[in-house]
């Protein structure tokens, strides 16, 4: 049985930073492309980053880029995404995912369609 489960949520003040981490069981991430997400209330979810099946090639949303990095730990079975700068429009409900497909491209990077097994999500605040 696939698992996957976040942490590292929390209150961050702006400006401030978070460490998320998507722990996997029943699954090895090195074998898939994986991809971070992101659901504000009222907002639909969307996609913040993706992390390349090789672990090469590395893809950001605008509304994050240069602020927040994606990485791996294959032998963690783990994946982490680096928040720095946060802002208060980061706040939301992020989770991490394994894709359906295999792939180095920035294809379907945030389309949550193409990714077929989910965390629970962890929350982050960013206030003041």
């Known amino acids: 049985q696939v698992q996957l489960v976040e942490s590292g949520g929390g209150l961050v003040q702006p400006g401030g930073s978070l460490r998320l981490s998507c722990a996997a069981s029943?699954?090895?991430?090195?074998?898939?492309?994986i991809g971070w997400f992101r659901q504000a209330p009222g907002k639909e979810r969307e996609g913040v980053s993706c992390i390349s099946t090789s672990g090469g090639n590395t893809y950001y949303a605008d509304s994050v880029k240069g602020r927040f990095t994606i990485s791996r730990d294959n032998a963690k079975n783990a994946v982490y995404l680096q928040m720095n700068s946060l802002k208060p429009e980061d706040a939301a409900v992020y989770y991490c995912?394994?894709?359906?497909?295999?792939?180095?491209?920035?294809?379907?990077?945030?389309?949550?369609?193409?990714?077929?097994?989910w965390g629970q999500g962890t929350q982050v605040t960013v206030s003041s």
């Open positions: 995912a394994r894709s359906l497909i295999s792939s180095e491209s920035a294809y379907g990077c945030y389309d949550p369609r193409l990714y077929n097994s």
């Open positions: 029943g699954v090895f991430l090195k074998n898939y492309r």
